[in-house]
């Protein structure tokens, strides 16, 4: 009998046309299920989580340790069927080790493909075992052996099948790390947000003050937010300032860049089509059309000037340029402002960063960062169900540096709560309160729901506004929908645009446009309640 051996990445073309996926471990009681899954990287609908309680699926069904796929059964619009296994929710607190790493034999046609992935020694509790996809007409199987920390309600959320509140158990298995959230203070009601007139129109606004720097020669330390064990190798990254070699400690956020004044800031690109509405889509998924804007008056000072674009990033230069005429618009012009950016490295993410759309986000929040703030880069967060990585994206080497930064991290499942504390631990060691600007894009609803409610109503009253942007359809962004009226809160601190499964066809200035179109106000009321200086 034919038979091959694949290692992780590796494949092989699938073995018959009924194939049998026996999922063998020692040691570690295992469920073993399958999830249908479309071009987009989501299930079409829950019912496409094939296990033991819905054990039949347009071709694929999972009896005990063993899926069987026909190949010929399955619907066009499914592209691949991923087969995973994951620790009994019943036993709180069991993990994969690598003892029990689960092995997988795929069989048919008298041919057998064989994967023993590598050693799990990382406190998983779920693996992505193989993947069986479409190629050239064909099928074929794919080595994944990838595991996570989030178990089978994480993993499943992140493919969009909607799990619901989890269950006392299967809460167990996921590491909320989030402090008690105090209830937010009571404030005395102040005028509504529209009799407050935006900052910043006609005048130059004040200089805001250097916050504290750390002891000279201190080290920046590792990254990890409260309740999380230390993550080794990973700095966070510069105090605001003038830009530094990676690790070091640069002059603290506020202070002189030595950065040229611009010789001609405000020419104004092009503009694309008609008035639409500026940042609003006229059907969701589809990008609004390109305004006309007014020119840009001669005045406040870029945090960045235009020259120091131009010789730093000129690959940049078009987006800096939209950038300032939508803050222009906004009478933000010259303010300083603290950017940070968290993007979501959950598995269904996956096709958005291989495409591109993830750095190019990257790059345009960077690009309205120059205008803000002096310090020529951005500290970043990738984030799964838990804080991955800590570290920035940088004017100089901004190219590929997305790609360059998740190298050393794996996906896993989609939890908000830790990113959000990773980025308000953050803003508190640097900036106290200087008004900070979170863009937090994500593709899909958390699994941890009501942690995230609180927070949010918990940090209604610092110095931060949570910008969300949410890449895909929309039915699968309910939540961050409903987060943006959420009650109980100081101020209104978040806004969302949705900007479809398709985010690169967006114009800069039209980002920008719904990206800013809240944030003036936020401004206006947390100055007047003394959030913000």
Same mark, same amino acid.
């Given at each position: 009998?034919?038979?091959?051996?694949?290692?992780?990445?590796?494949?092989?073309?699938?073995?018959?046309?009924?194939?049998?996926?026996?999922?063998?471990?020692?040691?570690?009681?295992?469920?073993?299920?399958?999830?249908?899954?479309?071009?987009?990287?989501?299930?079409?609908?829950?019912?496409?989580?094939?296990?033991?309680?819905?054990?039949?699926?347009?071709?694929?069904?999972?009896?005990?340790?063993?899926?069987?796929?026909?190949?010929?059964?399955?619907?066009?619009?499914?592209?691949? @069927?991923?087969?995973?296994?994951?620790?009994?929710?019943?036993?709180?607190?069991?993990?994969?080790?690598?003892?029990?790493?689960?092995?997988?034999?795929?069989?048919?046609?008298?041919?057998?493909?064989?994967?023993?992935?590598?050693?799990?020694?990382?406190?998983?509790?779920?693996? @992505?075992?193989?993947?069986?996809?479409?190629?050239?007409?064909?099928?074929?199987?794919?080595?994944?052996?990838?595991?996570?920390?989030?178990?089978?309600?994480?993993?499943?959320?992140?493919?969009?099948?909607?799990?619901?509140?989890?269950?006392?158990?299967?809460?167990?298995?996921?590491?909320?790390?989030v402090p008690p959230v105090p209830p937010a203070v009571?404030?005395?009601?102040?005028?509504?947000?529209?009799?407050?007139?935006?900052?910043?129109?006609g005048q130059q606004p004040p200089a805001y003050p250097?916050?504290?720097?750390?002891?000279?020669?201190?080290?920046?330390?590792?990254?990890?937010?409260?309740?999380?064990?230390?993550?080794?190798?990973?700095?966070?990254?510069?105090?605001?300032?003038?830009?530094?070699?990676?690790?070091?400690?640069?002059?603290?956020?506020?202070?002189?860049?030595?950065?040229?004044?611009?010789?001609?800031?405000?020419?104004?690109?092009?503009?694309?089509?008609?008035?639409?509405?500026?940042?609003?889509?006229?059907?969701?998924?589809?990008?609004?059309?390109?305004?006309?804007?007014?020119?840009?008056?001669?005045?406040?000072?870029?945090?960045?000037?235009?020259?120091?674009?131009?010789?730093?990033?000129?690959?940049?230069?078009?987006?800096?340029?939209? +950038?300032g005429v939508s803050l222009a618009k906004r009478g933000?012009?010259?303010?300083?402002? +603290?950017?940070?950016?968290?993007?979501?490295?959950?598995?269904?993410?996956?096709?958005?960063?291989?495409?591109?759309?993830?750095?190019?986000?990257?790059?345009?929040?960077?690009?309205?960062?120059?205008?803000?703030?002096?310090?020529?880069? @951005?500290?970043?967060?990738?984030?799964?169900?838990?804080?991955?990585?800590?570290?920035?994206?940088?004017?100089?080497?901004?190219?590929?540096?997305?790609?360059?930064?998740?190298?050393?991290?794996?996906?896993?499942?989609?939890?908000?709560?830790?990113?959000?504390?990773?980025?308000?631990?953050?803003?508190?060691?640097?900036?106290?309160?200087?008004?900070?600007?979170?863009?937090?894009?994500?593709?899909?609803?958390?699994?941890?729901?009501?942690?995230?409610?609180?927070?949010?109503?918990?940090?209604?009253?610092?110095?931060?506004?949570?910008?969300?942007?949410?890449?895909?359809?929309?039915?699968?962004?309910?939540?961050?929908?409903?987060?943006?009226?959420?009650?109980?809160?100081?101020?209104?601190?978040?806004?969302?645009?949705? @900007?479809?499964?398709?985010?690169?066809?967006?114009?800069?200035?039209?980002?920008?446009?719904?990206?800013?179109?809240?944030?003036?106000?936020?401004?206006?009321?947390?100055?007047?309640?003394?959030?913000?200086?």
């Amino acid at each position: 009998m034919p038979h091959t051996v694949l290692t992780k990445g590796g494949n092989a073309p699938l073995p018959g046309t009924t194939v049998t996926v026996t999922v063998g471990a020692t040691g570690v009681p295992v469920d073993v299920s399958a999830l249908l899954v479309s071009a987009a990287g989501k299930v079409r609908e829950d019912l496409d989580l094939v296990f033991f309680n819905n054990p039949s699926r347009d071709g694929v069904s999972v009896a005990g340790q063993v899926v069987t796929v026909e190949p010929g059964a399955v619907p066009a619009g499914v592209e691949s @069927v991923v087969v995973v296994a994951s620790v009994d929710v019943d036993r709180p607190g069991v993990v994969f080790d690598a003892a029990g790493t689960p092995r997988v034999t795929l069989a048919g046609a008298g041919t057998t493909v064989e994967f023993v992935p590598p050693a799990l020694t990382g406190g998983e509790t779920i693996v @992505v075992l193989v993947e069986l996809y479409r190629r050239g007409g064909g099928w074929k199987v794919r080595a994944v052996g990838q595991g996570y920390a989030g178990g089978l309600a994480a993993l499943a959320t992140d493919f969009g099948v909607d799990v619901g509140e989890p269950s006392a158990a299967a809460a167990e298995h996921v590491p909320q790390h989030v402090p008690p959230v105090p209830p937010a203070v009571p404030v005395a009601p102040v005028a509504p947000a529209a009799a407050v007139p935006p900052p910043g129109y006609g005048q130059q606004p004040p200089a805001y003050p250097p916050p504290g720097q750390p002891a000279p020669g201190q080290p920046v330390p590792g990254y990890a937010p409260p309740g999380y064990p230390p993550q080794p190798g990973y700095a966070a990254p510069p105090a605001y300032g003038q830009p530094a070699a990676y690790g070091q400690q640069p002059p603290a956020y506020g202070q002189p860049s030595g950065y040229g004044q611009p010789a001609a800031y405000g020419q104004q690109p092009p503009a694309y089509g008609q008035p639409s509405g500026y940042g609003q889509p006229a059907a969701y998924g589809q990008p609004p059309v390109q305004p006309p804007a007014a020119p840009v008056p001669a005045g406040p000072t870029p945090a960045i000037s235009l020259e120091k674009v131009r010789s730093t990033a000129p690959a940049l230069l078009q987006k800096y340029q939209s +950038a300032g005429v939508s803050l222009a618009k906004r009478g933000l012009a010259g303010y300083r402002i +603290a950017v940070y950016l968290v993007l979501d490295y959950s598995m269904s993410m996956r096709g958005y960063y291989e495409d591109g759309s993830v750095q190019h986000l990257a790059e345009q929040v960077l690009s309205l960062a120059a205008h803000l703030d002096d310090d020529g880069s @951005v500290p970043l967060v990738l984030f799964s169900n838990k804080v991955e990585l800590v570290t920035d994206i940088q004017l100089a080497g901004h190219h590929g540096r997305i790609d360059e930064a998740r190298r050393s991290v794996r996906m896993g499942g989609t939890s908000y709560a830790p990113a959000m504390q990773a980025v308000i631990d953050l803003h508190q060691r640097r900036g106290g309160g200087i008004p900070a600007l979170a863009i937090f894009q994500t593709d899909g609803d958390p699994y941890d729901r009501k942690a995230t409610q609180k927070l949010m109503q918990s940090a209604s009253s610092l110095p931060l506004f949570w910008q969300f942007v949410g890449f895909g359809e929309r039915e699968d962004l309910t939540f961050l929908a409903g987060l943006d009226d959420l009650k109980d809160r100081v101020i209104d601190n978040a806004d969302f645009v949705a @900007v479809g499964p398709q985010p690169r066809a967006w114009h800069d200035e039209a980002l920008y446009d719904a990206l800013m179109a809240e944030f003036p106000r936020w401004l206006a009321e947390a100055r007047a309640r003394g959030i913000v200086r």
